[in-house]
Nanobody, 123 residues
Framework: QVQLVESGGGLVQAGGSLRLSCAAS????????MGWFRQAPSKEREFVAA????????LYADSVKGRFTISRDNAKNTVNLQMNSLKPEDTAVYYC????????????????WGQGTQVTVSS
């Protein structure tokens, strides 16, 4: 079983950048596909980005393509989300999630979740 802890959220002006990190515990981190999801107020949680266990496959939601970059460091048991050109509509609680091996946009396939980190983008 893996435990996940997100960090790096905060308040930023529109057009700015933030880097979220997710630290994972457990010896098998390199075998997990990792995803980032977000939930804005009064909205359902949605997919943001995901990376396969090897880092070879990366998926992005259309709304963040070209602005966000997901990466992972299996030696450090971390997955990062670099967010550039932030918009007010990116405001949400961002969650890190893990699933065995393959990568997916479907949050129902992820059994392990962090507690989330708040990102607020002011206009």
């Amino acid at each position: 079983q893996v435990q996940l802890v997100e960090s790096g959220g905060g308040l930023v002006q529109a057009g700015g950048s933030l880097r979220l990190s997710c630290a994972a515990s457990g010896p098998t981190f390199s075998s997990y596909g990792m995803g980032w999801f977000r939930q804005a107020p009064s909205k359902e949680r949605e997919f943001v980005a995901a990376v396969s266990w090897s880092g070879g496959t990366r998926l992005y939601a259309d709304s963040v393509k070209g602005r966000f970059t997901i990466s992972r460091d299996n030696a450090k048991n971390t997955v990062n989300l670099q967010m550039n050109s932030l918009k007010p509509e990116d405001t949400a609680v961002y969650y890190c999630a893990a699933k065995s091996y393959s990568v997916s946009e479907n949050q129902k396939e992820y059994p392990y979740w962090g507690q989330g980190t708040q990102v607020t983008v002011s206009s």
